[in-house]
């Protein structure tokens, strides 16, 4: 319970401390007051409810109008209350969400933290879930739970009074042969029965914070296999892979299908207890009350008045028996949610080796290595000058791209020193990215579109031979690529140099996809409009077009590892 209350308490402070949050608050208040003034409603229809039937009783129909016409002065007023009430809460909850959200966001962005959480070695799985659904499961959850749980505390004393006050009538056992009264029995009752209740309830319940969290975790597993296929139609089709995805897609759904046949099945066990009880809970109060009035302590209307009173009672008390399903799922969220950000804060990017400098690049005793501590690529010495252009050569495997991750301070696993240079740096990975958007806006990434005007963007394009595409829209939501080829992903990502002008450019296989002439034709285009530019490039080619250009030959690949690299910050 304290581990569970301890991730409330810190995911709450992340909804109050962002953007909107404070006002968030102040809303929350009011919504607060609100409910609590649905207490008074209900002591008021209590009150009421004894001045009706009495009338009635006593054939009064002028009373019973008048009674009737108080009643709907209540249920009116009450309904504006209500009405607001869900209006703000609604207010809340947006302003709260988007706090969280943007505060888990920014977790999972900082310090490149997504990169081991994106792995297999992170211990966390589809981020991209928690971040949209659990933020969202949290705070609505959050939200009408704390709501309930704060207007029920006011309420239960409220409600508590009022039935200590109506029922100083005892109840005498001699009915079966114990001479023995039970003074205010009714408000015993009430807190006996609850309880019992209750404690039924977390028994045959406790499972379901399990399910519900494997739940989500599936859920996200089948929307990300469907979203992955959803970006690569193109390799499924020319692959004929229809049957292949078919299997998985069906493997995940099965796991849905499997744990939801579970799932249910816990509910119906709970359900059996909690269907009836909720169904009672208005009618067993009028059963404990009886007593009383067929021995004459109560009339009619007192009758009606206090076992009223001991339904608000019992049903302000039932708060965890009504909102186990609702509170298990809650845990669950929050659960996975304070796990996620954990994680994001342990696992941090950064390198081990590299140093800021004000001279050229100069990496010195440099030694790659496999997360498990297999040796990669060793680097005993590579200074590369401002302006100037070094190709990177070496068989596939041998380890030239981890280098341009070390450089970047991506990978960890690693000994030896790189000085960086000062300036800016661009790195193009082999896999050009494109956000989502159009391509004149797509180009200014990582900047924002804004960094640049209009004609700067176009023109870069039409630079690089792209001025034909400067319609083409990104539409898909997970790789926003478009139409376009792989050649033309290339240019595209070239011509953000050109917009970039940055300082030291390093390229991952930048025009592996282009012919030789084109090729040369872009190289030269770079060294012309960037002259002050150093280039570092690994390709398996040598690359046409930068002139003069320092071959450096990283040797041979090693017999050992066959093994693929693993993820990242593994």
């Known amino acids: 319970m304290i581990r569970v209350l301890g991730q409330f308490w810190r995911l709450l402070k992340l909804c109050i401390g962002g953007r909107g949050g404070k006002l968030g608050l102040l809303l929350f208040v009011a919504v ?27 054939v009064d129909a002028q009373a019973a109008l008048t009674q009737i016409g108080v009643f709907g002065i209540i249920v009116l007023l009450n309904s504006i209350r209500e009405l607001s009430s869900q209006y703000l809460n609604k207010l809340v909850l947006i302003r709260w969400r988007r706090s969280l959200t943007e505060a888990v ?37 959050m939200l009408s739970e704390a709501l309930d749980l704060i207007t029920n505390i006011v309420a239960i004393f409220s409600y508590v009074a009022l039935l200590w006050q109506l029922s100083s009538f005892p109840l005498s056992l001699q009915f079966i042969g114990l001479d023995f009264e039970i003074p205010r029995y009714m408000l ?25 969290v494997e739940q989500q975790r599936r859920e996200a597993d089948f929307r990300f296999a469907l979203a992955r296929m959803r970006s690569n139609v193109d390799e499924i ?30 509910e119906l066990i709970l359900s059996c207890f909690t269907y009836p009880y909720q169904h009672t809970v208005l009618r067993i109060p009028l059963f404990v009350a009886l007593p009383a009035f067929l021995a004459g302590s109560v009339n009619f209307g007192g009758l ?22 609702d509170l298990a799922d809650l845990v669950a969220a929050s659960s996975r949610l304070d796990g996620f950000i954990g994680a994001a804060e342990r696992c941090q990017a950064t390198g081990r080796v590299t140093q800021p400098g004000t001279g050229p690049l100069d990496i010195a005793g440099l030694g790659l290595r496999l997360p498990d501590g297999r040796p990669l690529l060793d680097v ?88 034909h595409r400067l319609d ?79 071959t450096v030959d990283l040797g041979t690949a090693p017999a050992a590892p066959a093994a693929p690299l693993e993820p990242l910050l593994a």
């Open 380 to 467: 005993a010495a590579l200074k590369v000058a401002p302006g100037e252009a070094v190709w990177i050569a070496g068989p596939s495997g041998l380890g030239k791209t981890t280098l341009l991750k070390t450089i970047a301070g991506l990978w960890p696993h690693a000994e030896g020193r790189i000085t960086l240079p000062a300036g800016s740096a661009l790195f193009l990975p082999q896999q050009p990215y494109v956000p989502l958007g159009p391509i004149v806006d797509a180009v200014a990434y990582p900047s924002g579109p804004d960094a640049f005007t209009l004609e700067q963007r176009r023109a870069a394009l039409e630079a690089v031979g792209l001025g």
């Open 105 to 141: 966001r920014d977790k999972w962005l900082r310090n490149k933290a997504y990169l081991g959480l994106g792995g297999s070695g992170g211990g966390v799985d589809n981020p991209d879930q928690r971040i949209a659904d659990d933020c969202r499961l949290f705070v609505s959850g």
């Open 304 to 325: 009606m008045e206090v076992s009223t009173a001991f339904s608000s009672v019992v049903t302000t008390l039932s708060w965890f028996i009504f909102s186990y399903r």
């Open 32 to 58: 607060v007051a609100l409910k609590l003034g649905g207490v008074y409603a209900t002591l008021r229809i209590i009150s009421w409810t004894k001045d009706f039937y009495s009338a009635l009783e006593a």
């Open 472 to 550: 083409v829209m990104f539409i898909d939501d997970e790789t926003a690529s478009g139409d376009l080829s792989g050649g033309e992903l290339q240019r595209l990502a070239l011509a953000r140099l050109l917009l970039q002008r940055p300082a030291f450019a390093y390229l991952d296989e930048p025009t592996s996809a282009i012919d030789v002439a084109s090729e040369t034709e872009l190289l030269a285009l770079l060294r012309r409009e960037l002259p002050d530019t150093a280039f570092v490039i690994v390709a398996h080619r040598k690359p046409q077009g930068l002139s003069p250009l320092t």
């Open 237 to 266: 089709a020319l692959l004929g892979g229809e049957e292949a995805e078919r299997r998985t897609l069906d493997q995940r759904f099965g796991g849905i299908v499997g744990n939801w046949r579970r799932l249910i099945n816990r």
């Open 188 to 212: 015993v009752a009430a807190f006996v029965y609850v309880a019992l209740c209750s404690l039924l309830t977390h028994v045959l319940g406790s499972p379901l914070k399990k399910l519900y």
